[in-house]
């Protein structure tokens, strides 16, 4: 059972920049963010495979840097020139394949105004 605590949302700007952490208990073979507004899917925003090779989703476009520090067991997500569009739930996730959906935690809130 892998445990995922996320922090570091808040409340910021068009144009500003926030840096989401997860603190987790083990690596996954996948491990990355997701997020979710109400009443839609949630939707992947940057995954790191294998330690090594990484996913953005098409919207990222370049504003978004995932990262992990092994010695801290702990997983982040840059975001630069966030938009109102980025305002969502952001969650972290861990899993065995590729889909990394095995292990989620609770969620951090960020919130976007123009």
């Known amino acids: 059972q892998v445990q995922l605590v996320e922090s570091g949302g808040g409340s910021v700007q068009a144009g500003g920049s926030l840096r989401l952490s997860c603190e987790y208990t083990?690596?996954?073979?996948?491990m990355g963010w997701s997020r979710q507004v109400p009443g839609k899917e949630r939707e992947g925003v940057a995954r790191?495979?294998?330690?090594?090779?990484?996913y953005y989703g098409d919207f990222v476009k370049g504003r978004f840097t995932i990262s992990r520090d092994g010695a801290k067991n702990t997983l982040y997500l840059q975001m630069n020139s966030l938009q109102p569009e980025d305002g969502a739930m952001y969650y972290c996730a861990a899993g065995r394949t590729s889909n990394c959906r095995d292990y989620w935690g609770p969620g951090t809130q960020v919130t976007v105004s123009s």
């Open positions: 790191i495979y294998n330690g090594r090779n990484i």
């Open positions: 083990a690596s996954s073979y996948c």
